[in-house]
């Protein structure tokens, strides 16, 4: 099939498409569009449009259609849904009356558009009029409608009737949905109808009952149910309708602010979505409830089409309508919605730049003062405040102290009141500080004039940052561990003391998870390092003196695992006993007083936060059952690459086997903080609407540095290298080519391009033919498998495109790119050449990312169109709009002085390193502009895919 729709990329257009839109995968729509050559038809065009959620677009293809072929019921069938997407009801209504006027056949068709309009506009008597109309019709927006009349008639005995009726009518294909892979997401339309069919019945039970309360939605939490579902468009609007519904039934005359609340909410969702449409609408019906906060998503919706401008006055005059003379409320929802009101003041002033600083920040100063403990206005004043530091600095150096002192007060009182900025708050709040300790060691060890005025500055810093060390959870700070601990050898004695207390209070905190944090530190090779980690372990144990068992017993089994790492093996020994060469390490876990430590996996690595605002000091950042070290497998296994990694297995405590690699002669502190990195990408594509669709990821692992030159890995099961898979396949087919032939074909690299390009389309591509497809088949023999793990191929491959694009990821040969044969996943490993340090290789590396003629032909028929393409253009567009905080993370990283991560020109000296090992990464760089992470992030491409810092 695929063949063939290969070589007649022009002949199923159609199919093609409807297969993809029944599958709900409007990229796929997209995708066929992209790869055909001739002027797409009028049905492949509105297909298209429905797909991505044009429907204006579509509609006006509708009309067409209806021109061209009168008589064909589809074109009327999607006109009118179209337009009931918009959420133009009463158009509806007329429009399906006038068509059943003319072709009264085409009733048991077309009614049920109608039906859902009536009891969607509340339009009881029209409603029962077209249930009348056609009694045999069971979709379920004539359930719905059904159900609603019942209750408006208070009739019980049909409501409960029906009811039972309409639940099993979605448990059926709820069930069929749940034998295939996904089944969740498959079968989510299922689950969201009976979440209304619960909220539904809840809602009318009082109303049936004859009781005096009428109806109660506060049986149930509308709020809280809401939050629980999908951040969709789909998922959410079907349930704010039907809640308008239940709404309008009631006869109480204060439920317009209720019914104004659930406009407002489908506004926003449809504003999320891009909808921009359906939102105006929903705020055009949410104006009549005259809520203060309809202002804020007007200016909102304006400002996500791009008039910001206009946003701006509206704002304002919301504002002053709403909050006359700047009255501050006196109820904690109105105080809420004032000053978010103004905090959207303040950023579209800083945004549209028409202002002046001061004007701007007396905005965000406004927003602490009305809402003193909510944590986005301290954010966004100390974000600005960090703004305008360049500017304050180059000028007036004296202030620069008293700027930081306030951008560290607003950043630890924004996390002091919650979580949503803690990966931008945290790393640049102890960045700030660190840096300003660093720089007034240096003024007082050159006699500066300044260094009084610095030591001032400091001392009140350090204040202000033990404040924090006291109000803040230690989960908090646990998010920034690496880099709390990549300073551990501060030069200035006093910000160490509270740098020290810090580590300690969250080691104590956690433990298990700290201890490997700072392995890779108290086993350094440098002196100052390791004896500053001893302090602060032995400060741990003075605060929780039972872990000094704990931390003797770490240390032991970090010792031994070192043996294990750097054993030296011959050439042909492929396994070692675990009991035989390793006998001291077997001996010492499975002694009785032997402390328990934790196997650490990347789930019990990574600190989830509270989903609430607040700090939180009780949170368990860690949930779910742990694994200890409960012994080892006795086969060692020699991996067969050039430093002999030794592949381990580890019994856990719960009674499962862990599979580790111990890697010799390789630093993977910088895996360990790209891992970090990319679980950071991971959480924000969780939060992402479009990127959730699409279940897009990066596979990650855990990466525990055991000193500069060893550590351990967490084993990635079930996966193949891109090489070893294409090697297999090519073998089979005879056209193997060995070690030898490929270095015959090797030419002088001073040769002539052209003879380059010779040597590689008549010699190595025909040798080399795109086959990878063929792996899918053979790995996902059935047709639903085949399908999700290709889909999920394209999709990681693409995000790890796009990110190793920002971060000049290179050396992505076949054996550092993996695929996992249960999912389809693309794994990579290996990220030890960072920033575009395979440009400095013999034969430097130019080009973005991977992708090679054999990834291209496992995505498919459509290549990198579809799937491949609209995944890198979401991974992108998310990357950019959270460029502060990943820019705030990278950063700590790029600066991090225990790693270098450039690789010094030819000729040039390694970079400075003192006594303590530390790296001075801000003298590595280049300053050409535009190449680099935060440029990239911020749209400013060149012709060129260099990266230097």
Not at 321 to 348: M, T, W, Y
Not at 859 to 880: K, Q
Request: charged share 25%; with cysteine.
């Amino acid at each position: 099939m695929e063949s063939v729709f290969i070589s007649n990329g022009n002949v199923f257009p159609v199919h093609k498409k409807k297969l993809y839109a029944a599958m709900h995968e409007p990229d796929g729509v997209e995708g066929v569009s992209a790869i055909r050559n001739a002027e797409p038809s009028l049905k492949e065009q509105i297909l298209e449009h429905e797909s991505i959620g044009l429907l204006r677009d579509a509609t006006a293809c509708y009309d067409r259609a209806i021109q061209l072929e009168p008589d064909q019921i589809i074109h009327y069938h999607g006109v009118v849904k179209s337009i009931l997407g918009l959420g133009q009801l009463s158009t509806v209504i007329t429009q399906v009356n006038g068509v059943l006027a003319k072709r009264p056949e085409w009733t048991p068709e077309l009614n049920t558009y109608r039906v859902e309009a009536a009891w969607k506009l509340a339009q009881w008597d029209s409603l029962e009029n077209y249930l009348a109309a056609d009694g045999n019709s069971n979709t379920w927006s004539v359930r719905l409608g059904q159900l609603l009349l019942s209750a408006k008639k208070k009739d019980a005995a049909s409501f409960y009737e029906t009811l039972k009726v309409v639940q099993a009518e979605q448990i059926v294909p709820l069930s069929a949905a749940s034998f295939e892979r996904g089944s969740y997401q498959r079968g989510y339309e299922y689950i969201i109808r009976l979440h209304m069919l619960c909220e539904l019945e809840h809602s009318i039970a009082p109303i049936l009952q004859q009781s005096d309360s009428d109806f109660s939605k506060d049986s149930l939490n509308w709020h809280a149910r809401l939050e629980m579902t999908q951040n969709s468009y789909r998922a959410k609007e079907p349930i704010l309708a039907l809640r308008r519904a239940l709404l309008s039934l009631t006869k109480r005359v204060d439920n317009s602010e209720e019914m104004g609340e659930c406009w407002l909410q489908s506004a926003r969702v449809a504003r999320k979505a891009g909808h921009h449409q359906t939102a105006y609408n929903a705020l055009l019906n949410a104006g009549k409830s005259k809520l203060s906060e309809l202002y804020v998503e007007r200016a909102k919706w304006l400002w996500s089409k791009g008039e910001a401008h206009q946003g701006l006055i509206i704002l304002q005059k919301g504002v002053e309508l709403c909050f006359p003379d700047n009255q501050v409320p006196s109820d904690a929802k109105s105080k809420l919605i004032h000053g978010e009101a103004l905090l959207l003041v303040g950023r579209f002033m800083e945004e549209t730049a028409n202002f002046e600083s001061n004007a701007v920040m007396k905005k965000y100063k406004d927003v602490t003062v009305c809402l003193p403990e909510w944590e986005n206005g301290h954010f966004y004043l100390a974000k600005y405040y960090d703004k305008l530091m360049p500017t304050v600095t180059e000028n007036k150096m004296e202030k620069q102290g008293e700027l930081i002192k306030y951008i560290v007060i607003h950043f630890g009182r924004s996390l002091h009141f919650g979580n949503q900025f803690i990966y931008q708050s945290m790393p640049r709040m102890l960045s700030l500080w660190l840096d300003l300790g660093a720089k007034a060691y240096e003024c007082e060890k050159a006699g500066r004039h300044d260094r009084a005025q610095m030591k001032t500055d400091l001392a009140k810093i350090n204040k202000v940052i033990t404040e924090h060390t006291q109000l803040l959870a230690p989960y908090q700070f646990l998010t920034a561990f690496s880099q709390l601990i990549s300073r551990i050898c501060h030069s200035h004695s006093e910000v160490f003391v509270v740098l020290m207390a810090i580590i300690a209070k969250v080691f104590v905190a956690y433990p298990q998870q700290a201890v490997w944090m700072m392995t890779a530190v108290s086993k350094s090779s440098y002196p100052m390092r390791m004896n500053r980690c001893k302090e602060i372990l032995n400060n741990a144990i003075h605060m929780k003196p039972s872990l000094g068992k704990f931390i003797g017993d770490a240390a032991r089994l970090t010792d031994k695992l070192l043996e294990l790492c750097n054993k030296s093996v011959d050439g042909n020994t492929s396994t070692l006993s675990m009991s035989i060469h390793f006998k001291s390490l077997k001996k010492l876990v499975e002694e009785q007083t032997f402390s328990e430590i934790l196997i650490p996996l990347q789930s019990v690595m990574i600190p989830t936060l509270p989903s609430v605002p607040g700090t939180h000091s009780n949170h368990d950042p860690f949930p779910g059952g742990w694994a200890y070290i409960a012994g080892f497998g006795d086969t060692v296994e020699i991996l067969a690459s050039l430093q002999k990694p030794k592949k381990i297995t580890l019994k856990g405590s719960d009674g499962k086997s862990y599979i580790m690699m111990c890697k010799p002669k390789d630093d993977l502190r910088k895996d360990c903080r790209l891992m970090e990195f990319n679980s950071l990408i991971n959480k924000c594509l969780r939060k992402d609407a479009e990127s959730r669709r699409r279940e897009l990821h990066i596979r990650t692992y855990a990466v525990i540095p055991l000193n500069e030159e060893c550590g351990i890995i967490e084993w990635v099961n079930n996966t193949a290298g891109l090489r070893n898979i294409l090697l297999k396949l090519y073998k089979e087919k005879g056209i193997h080519m060995t070690g030898k032939e490929l270095r015959q074909c090797m030419i002088p690299k001073t040769a002539p391009l052209h003879e380059k390009l010779k040597v590689f389309k008549e010699t190595l591509l025909p040798r080399h033919p795109p086959i990878f497809h063929e792996w899918f088949l053979r790995t996902f023999p059935d047709p639903t498998s085949w399908y999700s793990s290709r889909s999920a191929y394209c999709r990681s491959t693409a995000v790890m495109s796009m990110v190793g694009y920002i971060l000049g990821l290179g050396d992505r040969h076949g054996e550092n790119i993996l695929f996992d044969s249960l999912t389809g996943d693309c794994v990579h490993v290996d990220f030890n050449c960072l920033f575009n340090k395979g440009e400095t290789f013999d034969f430097p590396e130019i080009v973005p990312f991977r992708l090679t003629h054999n990834m291209v032909n496992g995505m498919g028929p459509m290549g990198t169109e579809g799937l491949f393409r609209r995944a890198c253009e979401v991974t992108m567009r998310l990357m950019r709009d959270q460029r502060e905080p990943l820019m705030s993370v990278l950063k700590t990283f790029l600066h991090d002085p225990l790693v270098e991560w450039s690789k010094p020109a030819k000729g040039a000296t390694k970079a400075e390193v003192n006594e303590t090992g530390e790296i001075v990464n801000e003298k590595v760089g280049c300053k050409k502009e535009n190449k680099n992470p935060k440029s990239r992030l911020e749209c400013y491409f060149t012709s060129s895919a260099k990266i230097f810092l």
